[in-house]
């Protein structure tokens, strides 16, 4: 804000005619220091300071103390600007050796804006021949505040935590209270030793951790030393704690997650911030004493749940009221509320029991994820208040993997695609509903370009194979003779308008079903392979539900949700059939629970089950297969009771009766929540 107009200027110049050219304006020495002050070079501004401002304050007192003052602030977009003096007002600073110039600061700083007006004095110093103008400082520069004195205070005041709640506000993860236990020194006993170990022991802790906190330079005998977190509902804990001597307790706020294993890769777990993660953060938003969300959705949506701190910014001085320079309010978290149902998600997680393996549940005819379960998974809990040492260890060297997120991963889904390929075929009239394929045997190969490679069925069938026969007996050959006929430009055209190919259009983070490792089935057998769900075909269990919901919607696959304030309903992929060939589809997977391979439990079902199975072979070899995944994706078949579609995959089911052993888990989950 240099006020001086060009006409003023050239008067003004006139009017120092008489002066020396070589001669520096106090306007000119003033700018000079604004632009160092500016560019925070302190350094250089502090050797524009008089003499008596050099003595009174040092440079520790100076350079120091705006350097730390400025970075402890966070201080930014700082700019400074003053009114020249005009003519009249230089003449008279040229005789009289001194001048005062008013100016104005502005500047961001972490608790918001901060702006104030000052005056600043230039006096001459110096030899005759070498005077110059020099800055009369003192505090007030900083803030006027500190003229006389004062120091900065910086308070924060922490945001509560957003709470993660599922469709019906049944909590996934609370603020709740917990136990802080510790120690009151003065209170261990005749054998403090003793009752030392027996709280390690309990706590998961070594007896040098605790002395370590016991001694520290501020304990005092009968204060209370904290030590560790434990849940209010650990209560057996909790009841043995008491009885040591010396051990206390208070109660505090801390995260909690009710749902625990059941929901462990779901929704995740929050966790002290590393310095690796406090480097990657903007600056000024966490501290190296904050929480952060590692997984799931604590770290999905970390930004909401976290809120904003408050801070205020004052200048405090002894037997005063403390001025306040800039306050910004605390904002609390936001709830996340998602369409997940506890309920169903508990209960999906216990069919599992000690199988391995992922499911996802969705309404097929809103696209509302109502689970997402990964088997086996961890508990939150124990992550963040257990009293296992080897907690760690134990889940990383577990040979089933309980800290894999399955559920947002991809597997072969086997004959689980079988009616995917069926609508490709339909839609691009390559497969006739009515028309049956001559089959003859339980292998089939194309020629001689297979060598000795061959697609097996399971039985044999009595004249001509159609697309019911086909998927009731789940005839692998009728689907790889299908998909070779149509071609490979047209099956990955298919599979490609199912969404193959394309991340989910998801928030939570899913791998991409894929085709195959270049996303084309160039060779034939991988083609045949490919049409029944094995080659290098792979499906996330959300993507292979929601695939289901094509034939449940007149042809349109509906786009998965996971939060309540998405509109539901949404169509991801329009017209993959027509209304009568989805009306086909829905009759096909009828029969397929009442006369295929999932008929021996679904018919023992309390809800009328449509569904497909599907066995996913993990290796092929000349002499046999290896170990093998079992798929089942079932709804009810009454439209009315349409509001919940499992898709489900266990690893590991050839000894334990193939895919069927994942119908008998499916069934049962609907019969719970009946």
Not at 230 to 239: F, K, M, R
């Amino acid at each position: 804000m240099k006020k001086l107009t060009v006409a003023a200027a050239a008067i003004f110049m006139i009017g120092l005619a008489g002066c020396s050219n070589d001669e520096t304006t106090p306007n000119e020495r003033f700018d000079t220091y604004v632009n160092h002050w500016s560019e925070q070079e302190f350094s250089e501004a502090y050797d524009m300071v008089t003499t008596e401002s050099a003595e009174a304050y040092p440079t520790e007192e100076y350079v120091d103390r705006y350097t730390k003052l400025y970075e402890d602030l966070g201080i930014s977009d700082l700019s400074i600007s003053f009114t020249e003096l005009g003519e009249e007002e230089l003449e008279t600073a040229m005789e009289e050796g001194t001048a005062t110039i008013p100016f104005e600061v502005e500047m961001e700083s972490i608790a918001g804006p901060i702006d104030f007006s000052y005056e600043a004095t230039l006096v001459q110093q110096g030899e005759e021949d070498e005077k110059n103008w020099y800055v009369q400082w003192d505090p007030g520069f900083i803030f006027p505040e500190l003229k006389d004195g004062g120091e900065i205070s910086i308070q924060t005041e922490t945001p509560t935590r957003g709470e993660i709640l599922d469709r019906n506000q049944m909590p996934l993860a609370i603020n709740d209270t917990i136990n802080e236990i510790g120690v009151i020194p003065g209170k261990l006993g005749s054998n403090p030793e003793k009752s030392k170990q027996e709280l390690a022991d309990l706590l998961g802790l070594s007896v040098e951790s605790i002395n370590e906190s016991l001694n520290a330079s501020w304990v005092e005998p009968d204060l209370f030393v904290p030590l560790k977190n434990v849940p209010s509902s650990e209560e057996e804990l909790l009841s043995q704690l008491w009885e040591i001597n010396g051990v206390a307790g208070r109660e505090v706020t801390g995260r909690v997650y009710p749902a625990g294993e059941a929901a462990g890769q779901l929704v995740g777990y929050i966790g002290d911030i590393t310095a690796e993660e406090l480097e990657e953060q903007e600056p000024g938003v966490y501290t190296a004493n904050d929480v952060i969300g590692k997984r799931g959705l604590e770290s999905l949506y970390e930004e909401q749940l976290r809120g904003k701190k408050g801070t205020r910014i004052e200048v405090v001085k002894e037997n005063q009221e403390p001025v306040v320079l800039a306050e910004t309010p605390v904002q609390n978290g936001e709830n996340i509320t998602v369409t997940i149902d506890v309920n169903v998600q508990e209960s999906i997680f216990n069919s599992f029991e000690e199988d391995a393996g992922t499911a996802s549940a969705i309404n097929p005819k809103t696209g509302e994820t109502i689970a997402l379960v990964s088997s086996p998974s961890f508990d939150p809990n124990q992550i963040l208040y257990g009293t296992d040492p080897n907690l760690w260890e134990d889940l990383q060297s577990n040979e089933q993997q309980p800290l894999l997120n399955r559920f947002s991963a991809t597997f072969a889904p086997g004959s689980a695609l079988k009616p995917i390929t069926s609508a490709i075929g339909l839609k691009n009239g390559s497969i006739d509903p009515n028309g049956g394929l001559e089959i003859d045997g339980l292998t089939w190969s194309n020629g001689q370009g297979w060598g000795e490679y061959a697609v097996t069925r399971v039985s044999e069938s009595n004249g001509p194979v159609d697309l019911q026969d086909a998927l009731v007996r789940s005839d692998n050959i009728y689907f790889a003779m299908q998909a070779v006929d149509m071609g490979s430009e047209a099956y990955v055209k298919g599979l490609k308008e199912f969404g193959f190919g394309e991340d989910l259009p998801y928030p939570y983070p899913f791998t991409a079903s894929s085709i195959s490792s270049d996303g084309k089935l160039d060779d034939e057998v991988l083609l045949a392979n490919s049409s029944y769900g094995q080659g290098e075909l792979e499906m996330s269990s959300l993507h292979l539900a929601t695939a289901y919901t094509t034939f449940l919607n007149e042809g349109n696959m509906l786009k998965p949700t996971l939060l309540t304030s998405e509109e539901t309903g949404q169509v991801w992929k329009e017209n993959l059939l027509n209304s009568e060939q989805a009306d086909l589809m829905k009759d096909l997977l009828r029969d397929v629970a009442e006369s295929g391979t999932p008929s021996r439990y679904t018919a023992d079902s309390e809800v009328e089950l449509s569904g497909k199975t599907g066995t996913a072979e993990l290796k092929l070899t000349a002499e046999g297969s290896g170990e093998e995944n079992g798929w089942f994706v079932g709804y009810p078949t009454q439209e009315s009771e349409q509001d919940l579609l499992i898709a489900m995959m266990v690893q590991n089911v050839k000894e334990k009766g193939g895919s069927v052993y994942t119908t008998e888990k499916v069934v049962n989950v609907f019969n719970e929540l009946k």
